[in-house]
């Protein structure tokens, strides 16, 4: 009798530890399931555009070129103007918030509005054109300054050309100086992980003869 009941005590205490695994089973199942819900879906990684020598790096480094280019990009897009300065610089303000830091967002507002006052802006064509070998690719130390892992300033020395219709107003050559700063705050709407913070100093003229010549840092 002894030998039945040591068996039946036997069987109890497997079924409770096949009790034990179960749970403890689904609990870690419990926990992948949370870790694949809460798993990004898409993730963003910086290539540089050159790849004829490869390259290594941590997925969530930003080479400088892609700062560079998106830096020029972003503030060319902003000063497209196609038709009328006025209603133009306000829509792509309001387009490409994504891509600005609010501190940014609200110098580039006054910035229309003092422009709107002063009469720069109604009827005006406007683009932005980087001066050809003052490019990332001719000099890129002199073109992005990097200030941490997470701040750049990007040197742009474009042509900038305004029209009043169909009449040229104005054709200056103009060095920019843009902070990015790396912010990865709305994936959906400003899928680089960087954001515009306006500018690191005024804007300066470029004489023509500068232009050929290398930039000062």
């Not at 480094?61 to 990009?73: G, H, L, R």
């Not at 994504?98 to 109604?122: G, I, M, V």
Request: contains cysteine; aromatic residues 12%.
């Amino acid at each position: 009798m002894s030998r039945f009941t040591n068996e039946v005590e036997h069987l109890r205490a497997h079924a409770k530890t096949l009790r034990g695994v179960v749970c403890a089973l689904f609990f870690a199942l419990v926990l992948a399931l949370l870790g694949w819900w809460n798993a990004p879906s898409q993730l963003t990684i910086h290539v540089p555009p050159d790849l004829r020598s490869g390259s290594t790096r941590m997925w969530w480094d930003i080479p400088p070129e892609n700062v560079y280019a998106f830096a020029f990009y972003i503030w060319q897009q902003l000063h497209r103007w196609p038709t009328d300065g006025e209603a133009d610089y306000a829509r792509n303000i309001r387009a490409l918030s994504a891509y600005f830091t609010p501190s940014c967002q609200n110098w580039l507002e006054s910035d229309f509005a003092y422009r709107k006052t002063h009469n720069e802006l109604r009827q005006r064509v406007r683009g932005i054109y980087e001066i050809p070998g003052r490019g990332y690719g001719d000099d890129p130390s002199m073109r992005l300054k990097t200030l941490s892992k997470r701040d750049w300033v990007a040197v742009l020395d474009v042509s900038a050309d305004e029209y009043f219709g169909t009449e040229q107003v104005k054709r200056a050559l103009v060095r920019y100086r843009v902070k990015v700063a790396k912010m990865d705050a709305d994936p959906e709407k400003n899928p680089f992980g960087m954001m515009i913070d306006c500018l690191a100093s005024e804007p300066e003229r470029i004489e023509a003869t500068e232009a050929k010549g290398a930039p000062s840092p």
